[in-house]
């Protein structure tokens, strides 16, 4: 008779692991903004998924984490 066994799941790496939140939300507001959308609360809210909750807490902070990726170094 043969039998089988549940494999142990495997472990993540943090490299795996989902972004933060804030970095998630960053992204999200660079590529509506190099698609020409204004970002706002509301845009964000309707554009991506998330609350409106989430964007009045790490909004601010994703934004200045947006606008320091977005600059571009001359050099």
Known sequence: MITT????APAISPA???????????DKMLEMGMNG??????SLFEHSDF??????E??????????SRAVRHQG
Do not use: F, N, W, Y
Not at 5 to 8: D, L
């Open 5 to 8: 066994q549940p494999r142990p």
């Open 58 to 67: 790490h909004g601010p902070e994703a934004s200045d984490l947006a606008r």
């Open 16 to 26: 795996a692991m989902p972004k933060d939140i804030v970095e998630r939300m960053a």
């Open 51 to 56: 609350s409106r909750a989430e964007i009045k």
């Open 37 to 42: 959308t204004a970002v706002t609360a509301e």
